[in-house]
């Protein structure tokens, strides 16, 4: 859905791979889940909010309404998208990111 609408993806196959990742090209954006094995999404905002502190962090996942708003807050997260979710949330929530970052990028 992301590269339909014109975005590069990056598609990593856990939450060290990601970190990898971010570390061998720029990212604009991370999604990540939240459970993973691993590294958890959690562990993933942690390390990029240390190394990368401006990118932007959205977490895609079942526990949406179960999270502590100031978990989120602590660990740098910018979104959240809670499953089952339409393609137009995801979209919105990653263009506003952007647009945000870009913003403060001034």
């Known amino acids: 859905m992301l590269r339909d609408s014109g975005y590069v ?3 990593a196959k856990n939450g060290s791979d990601g970190l990898e990742c971010c570390e061998q090209e720029p990212i604009d954006l991370v999604l990540s889940d939240i459970s993973m094995p691993g ?3 959690w562990d993933v905002a942690a390390r990029l909010r240390m190394r990368f502190p401006r990118t932007p962090i959205g977490f895609v ?3 949406g309404d179960q999270l502590d708003p100031d978990r989120l807050t602590r660990t740098g997260v910018s979104f959240v998208v809670a499953k089952p979710f339409q393609a137009l949330d995801v979209l919105r929530h990653v263009a506003q990111a952007l647009a945000a970052r870009a913003v403060s990028d001034g």
């Open 9 to 11: 993806v990056t598609v």
């Open 61 to 63: 996942t079942g526990w």
């Open 39 to 41: 590294l958890s999404g």
